[in-house]
Nanobody, 125 residues
């Protein structure tokens, strides 16, 4: 059974960087589409990045484009989210989600069946 565990969150100053990890056991992540979602206090969970298992292509929400980078390490069965130039509005709980692919491109905002427990990211001075 697939289990996902996020790590790498923490407190960082505006303009700083963090790298989040999504480690998996029980199933090879390279066969699944993977997405990162975040949920800010009082807001709905939003998809911010995904990577396709079919095409290898990634997508980003406008709010994080050019600042965040999603990547895979198949040998470690993990997916990462490199977050640079962090802003206070990036604060929230970050979750990774996994799903069997339906299309050559990943789904940025819906369709994920497996979730980790989340990791807190706080951007504050």
């Amino acid at each position: 059974q697939l289990q996902l565990v996020e790590s790498g969150g923490g407190l960082v100053q505006p303009g700083g960087s963090l790298r989040l990890s999504c480690a998996a056991t029980g199933f090879p992540l390279d066969a699944l589409d993977i997405a990162w979602f975040r949920q800010a206090p009082g807001k709905e969970r939003e998809g911010i990045s995904c990577i396709s298992s079919v095409s290898g292509k990634s997508q980003y929400a406008d709010s994080v484009k050019s600042r965040f980078t999603i990547s895979r390490d198949n040998a470690k069965n993990a997916v990462y989210l490199q977050m640079d130039s962090l802003k206070p509005e990036d604060t929230g709980v970050y979750y990774c989600g996994a799903a069997h692919p339906l299309l050559p491109t990943c789904r940025l905002r819906w369709g994920y069946d497996f979730w980790g427990q989340g990791t807190q990211v706080t951007v504050s001075s």
